[in-house]
Every structure is written in C-alpha cells, then in structure tokens.
C-alpha cells in the first residue's frame, strides 16, 4: 500500500517543503517572540546542531541567545565554552540569568583536542549547552558533533563566520547575523523548513547588547587549559 503525503510526514524527519517542521525535539524559548515564531517547535532546539554565522566579534552573536542558554542549564547543567575568541565577562552572564559557578571555558592545545573536547562536553550529558569555535569544517566531524549533542540532549552551537554558509552542514538549524547601530539583523539560510532570507531585526536593548566578553581586570568564570586527551598506546 502507497503512503500518503499525510502519512509521510509524520516520520521524524520529514515535512512539507513550504512549512516549518513540528519537531519532536525539545525546545528552548530565546526569550524573543519574533525569533521564537520562525523556529521549528518555537524554540532554539536541543539535541542538535546549530550553526550562528558572523564576521564581526561583539556584535550579540552570544547575548541574542543568552536566554536559550539560561534555559537550555537549567537543574545543574552545565554551560561549554570551547575556544571562545575571548573570555567571557562574568557581571553580563549574570545578569542574563546564567549561574557563574556553572560555566566552564576550555583552552584545549589544537584543534584534534578542541574537538575532542567539544565531543566528550556534547555527549557526557552534564552540559546543557556547548558553545564553540572551531578552525575546522569537515562535515564528518560536525556529524560526530551533531550526534554527540543527540546522545547528550545538548543545545550545541557553532561560531563560524559567514563564509561558511556556502559550505554543507549536517546542522539542523543556521542563522546569520549582522549589526547595525543598535539593531541586530537575523537570517535564517537553513532551518527545518522554507529558509528565512527576509531578516528579522532585534532591536538594541534586553539581552542584544554586544557580547559580554570580559576585558583584562573582569572577573570571569573558570578557565581550564584542557587536559590531554587519551591517546592509544601501541
């Protein structure tokens, strides 16, 4: 017997090409209604790879998401910061509604161990959220990613800049940013759905101010210089 269309997209997986997909992962609200109504579930997704693409460091590529992230560490769940381009300023975090004492930014030695880490972080489960910047863009690896953060139940998101968007990814969702004045401009070039091409415009304000990162004499949360990973021994 032939599937229907009906049928069919009540697969995991799969949906109409016009419309959103009504996820079965959870989702977390990014505490802007605008955003929240062009994602999938109505939410940043959990369990999944994301991608946030920008060429300018500072401009809110972390604050737009500052309120997924509190929720996505909720119940002791811990926060990953993985070669972040500079450490971030702990008074923001903490007014954003992020708990300091469970953020922990990670230095690892290359880029082998960046990804190592960034995988162990993803699917230990103990992080709720892993932000991270990678100098690497081989799909095979961002589809280890992806399938960490599955196995993890992680908000897992990816830095890159916006050259990458010409690039495959395994990511479910992708959003390019932009800064102007005190407006901050968001694509959507890839979502489980038709992509969003017109932006949509955050204004300057709660939780869109540039990006806390921390200068010389601020306070920060827990830097670690990552140990070595587990080697096989001949």
């Known amino acids: 017997m032939k599937a229907t269309v009906a049928e069919l997209t009540q697969l995991p997986g799969v949906w109409r090409g016009g419309e959103l997909d009504h996820v079965s992962h959870a989702v977390v609200s990014t505490g802007h209604a605008a955003l929240d109504r062009e994602l999938p579930g109505g939410g940043w997704p959990m369990g999944t790879l994301s991608e946030v693409l920008h060429d300018a460091v500072g401009i809110g590529e972390i604050s737009f998401l500052a309120g ?12 990953a910061w993985v070669n972040p381009p ?14 300091l004492a469970r953020c922990l930014v990670l230095r690892p030695a290359n880029k082998e161990d960046a990804l190592w880490a960034t995988e162990q972080a993803l699917r230990s489960g103990a992080c709720g959220a892993v932000l991270f910047w990678l100098a690497h863009d081989e799909y095979a690896w961002l589809r280890r990613l992806q399938m960490a953060a599955q196995a993890g139940r992680s908000m897992a998101v ?6 990458a968007e010409r690039l495959s990814t395994p990511a479910h969702l992708r959003v390019a940013l932009e800064r102007e004045g005190g407006v901050l401009r968001l694509r959507i070039p890839k979502r489980r759905g038709p992509p969003l091409t017109a932006p949509i ?6 939780r869109i101010s540039p990006a806390p990162w921390a200068g010389k004499k601020s306070p920060s949360p827990s830097l670690v210089d990552f140990p070595e990973r587990p080697r096989a021994v001949a």
Request: net charge neutral; charged share 15%.
């Open 68 to 79: 997924a992230i509190a929720r996505a560490t909720e119940g002791d769940r811990m926060l």
């Open 86 to 99: 500079h450490l971030p300023y702990a008074p923001s975090l903490a007014h954003a509604g992020i708990t």
């Open 158 to 163: 990816l830095f890159r800049s916006t050259a």
């Open 201 to 206: 415009a955050l204004e300057a304000g709660h």
